[in-house]
């Protein structure tokens, strides 16, 4: 889902419909409106698990506005990335203002993965494990392995080497 990319109002108008809460990172209704009551949870949850608001008949991230508040920072033309990986988790110290390269290094095994390990995957060719890690549209070698179990710290190293800090830590 891409997210909305609207620039942010300002921190008086959010702040005139909405409180947020930094120990949990959930933003609260401060008026009772039509379909909202005073004091409860703001904003809409999406099936990826994205919340977003509506702050004067506008969409916005939930995390993109929690970022805002806590940083002055307006992130249009960024990504605001989760650092967990959970897209319900905003709390201020889990966000991270990051380039759309930088967010696909923090994401989850796709779906496909038929290894089950990011970067790893069955070269038939030469019937052996294949290392290939991908940043900015390139790709980086990290070779071919019998042992999977070889392959797949290959593939660590190699995410930690090429992603740094973005690198995801667990599967």
């Given at each position: 889902?891409?997210?909305?990319?609207?620039?942010?109002?300002?921190?008086?108008?959010?702040?005139?419909?909405?409180?947020?809460?930094?120990?949990?990172?959930?933003?609260?209704?401060?008026?009772?409106?039509?379909?909202?009551?005073?004091?409860?949870?703001?904003?809409?949850?999406?099936?990826?698990?994205?919340?977003?608001?509506?702050?004067?008949?506008?969409?916005?991230?939930?995390?993109?506005?929690?970022?805002?508040?806590?940083t002055g920072i307006?992130?249009?033309?960024?990504?605001?990335?989760?650092?967990?990986?959970?897209?319900?988790?905003?709390?201020?110290?889990?966000?991270?203002?990051?380039?759309?390269?930088?967010?696909?290094c923090n994401t989850?095994?796709?779906?496909?993965?038929?290894?089950?390990?990011?970067?790893?995957?069955?070269?038939?060719?030469?019937?052996?494990?294949?290392?290939?890690?991908?940043?900015?549209?390139?790709?980086?070698?990290?070779?071919?392995?019998?042992?999977f179990k070889e392959?797949?710290?290959?593939?660590?190293?190699?995410?930690?080497?090429?992603?740094?800090?973005?690198?995801?830590?667990?599967?």
């Amino acid at each position: 889902m891409v997210m909305p990319t609207n620039a942010m109002p300002s921190k008086e108008v959010i702040l005139e419909n909405l409180s947020f809460d930094p120990a949990n990172g959930v933003f609260y209704h401060l008026k009772s409106e039509k379909r909202s009551k005073k004091g409860s949870v703001a904003g809409t949850k999406q099936k990826n698990g994205y919340r977003i608001l509506k702050i004067n008949k506008k969409s916005y991230g939930a995390h993109r506005v929690a970022w805002f508040l806590f940083t002055g920072i307006d992130p249009i033309g960024k990504e605001v990335d989760h650092v967990n990986r959970d897209p319900s988790d905003n709390r201020p110290s889990n966000l991270r203002l990051v380039n759309k390269s930088q967010n696909q290094c923090n994401t989850k095994t796709r779906k496909d993965n038929t290894s089950g390990e990011r970067g790893v995957y069955w070269y038939a060719p030469r019937k052996k494990w294949q290392v290939s890690v991908r940043l900015n549209g390139k790709d980086y070698f990290g070779g071919r392995f019998s042992c999977f179990k070889e392959a797949q710290e290959s593939a660590k190293k190699l995410r930690l080497r090429i992603h740094g800090e973005y690198a995801v830590k667990q599967n």
